[in-house]
């Protein structure tokens, strides 16, 4: 996997960029019904907000519900989570960003409003957080069903970015605030969090 001259360029410049297809649709949809049975089997737990001692539950904060993905050779998740290890590697030959291993989480918001307020994924000194990489499952989404993600560059006007499925958004973890704005369907998304190569 490589990226493009354009991906590079953004990634540098605004601190994020969108790829519109990132698996293919039979792959997407088979990632999609995965996910989806993975949520249907009720083994997801709801989503913290901070770490260690202080790690509480406020839906009015982040409302989603989570798992973690390992890698699973022979499935399409297993699949997905091979592409985002390999995204990793372009991301650091091609945009110089050092990174070494990954967590990668299925997170769903249930809807009924459930939504993520706004946040950076990592703090200078705080974490070595570098990259995150969001991939979303949702086949059909309209307009009505909300959830989008905003994006909040340092430099422009926020940008919205709707969680349809196969599309692919990447951001520098520090730099990027961005929300999830209230979802009135249910809305899968899996997110990547690259560490620096120097993280323990
Ligand atoms: O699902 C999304 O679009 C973003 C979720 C998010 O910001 C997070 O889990 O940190
Ligand atoms: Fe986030």
Do not use: K
């Amino acid at each position: 996997m490589e990226l493009t001259d354009e991906e590079v360029e953004a990634l540098g410049t605004r601190g994020y960029f969108i790829r519109p297809a990132f698996l293919g649709e039979a792959r997407a949809r088979a990632a999609r019904d995965e996910a989806l049975s993975r949520v249907e089997s009720g083994g997801m737990r709801p989503a913290g907000i901070r770490r260690g001692a202080e790690h509480t539950r406020d839906t009015a904060v982040r409302g989603d519900l989570i798992d973690w993905v390992l890698p699973q050779p022979g499935t399409p998740l297993g699949a997905l989570w091979e592409s985002f290890r390999e995204l990793g590697e372009a991301l650091s030959s091609g945009a110089y960003l050092g990174l070494g291993r990954f967590d990668l989480q299925l997170a769903c918001y249930p809807g009924g409003g459930a939504h993520y307020a706004r946040h950076r994924d990592a703090f200078p000194g705080q974490s070595n957080r570098r990259a995150t990489a969001i991939w979303y499952a949702n086949a059909g989404w309209a307009p009505e069903h909300g959830g989008v993600l905003r994006l909040y560059p340092e430099d422009s006007a926020p940008v919205d970015v709707e969680p349809s499925l196969d599309r692919l958004v990447v951001f520098l973890s520090e730099r990027i605030e961005h929300e999830v704005l209230p979802a009135f369907a249910p809305r899968l998304a899996l997110t990547a969090w690259y560490y620096g190569r120097d993280a323990g």
